[in-house]
């Protein structure tokens, strides 16, 4: 048998693969009518400022940076007869002034008021980030120093914003209604009936509520 190959070549042989055409490298057609969406939504959270001038008494139980406190004289007024009656003529020596009442009144300082929030979506944390955005602007406000307050009544009958403030920091002025969050709290219970009344944040409250965002 005669082989006609006069030289083999003894090289392995290695195979180079060829970069097929990307199916992706023509061009797109733009998508018309297309927009970008939102990153985040938010939650509508409406405000107002109180001033001291204003002259809002407090009631019940509150810290002391919230209000100034006045002392007040109070005079009922008029004369009151020592003795004796009838129809007769009284002489002024019988007649007698009560004394001066001192009362102490608690006149809130400038501060915010949480009038109004509501959130596109419960339970995801867009009520409490916008709060958080508002103890922020608070707390670098000279005149608030931090303070913000809010008044706690049910839009509708089956819904109330006191947990949800209480469990950002917020309490009552009604010591009363503290122990009631704090009951609802315990027993996985909703707040029924709804209590109503003035809370505030605290200042010890309003520096957890910054830096862990959430209490609950």
């Avoid at 195979?15 to 018309?32: D, Q, R």
């Avoid at 001291?52 to 100034?68: H, K, S, T």
């Avoid at 339970?123 to 980030?129: I, S, V």
Wanted: hydrophobic share 40%; charged share 25%; aromatic share 10%.
């Amino acid at each position: 048998m005669i082989n006609n190959i006069q030289t083999m070549d003894l090289r392995p042989q290695i195979a180079v693969a060829k970069a097929a055409p990307s199916v992706a490298s023509f061009s797109m057609p733009p998508i018309l009518g297309f927009k970008t969406p939102q990153l985040k939504e938010k939650a509508t959270i409406r405000i107002k400022k109180i001033k001291r001038g204003d002259n809002i008494i407090i009631p019940g139980e509150i810290d002391d940076d919230y209000v100034d406190i006045v002392e007040e004289n109070i005079d009922s007024g008029g004369l009151y007869q020592n003795s004796g009656g009838g129809n007769f003529f009284t002489p002024s020596s019988m007649l007698f002034k009560p004394p001066i009442i001192k009362r102490k009144t608690k006149y809130l300082k400038n501060c915010y008021i949480i009038d109004y929030i509501q959130a596109p979506k419960q339970r995801c944390g867009l009520g409490t980030e916008a709060v958080k955005q508002l103890a922020e602007k608070a707390m670098f406000d000279s005149r608030a120093e931090g303070r913000i307050v809010t008044f706690s009544a049910p839009v509708l009958k089956e819904a109330s914003p006191a947990l949800f403030f209480y469990k950002l920091g917020f309490r009552f002025t009604d010591p009363e209604s503290n122990n009631v969050m704090e009951e609802c709290l315990r027993n996985n219970m909703p707040d029924l009936p709804a209590q109503i009344g003035m809370m505030y944040l605290p200042k010890n409250r309003l520096q957890k509520l910054l830096m862990y965002g959430e209490l609950f």
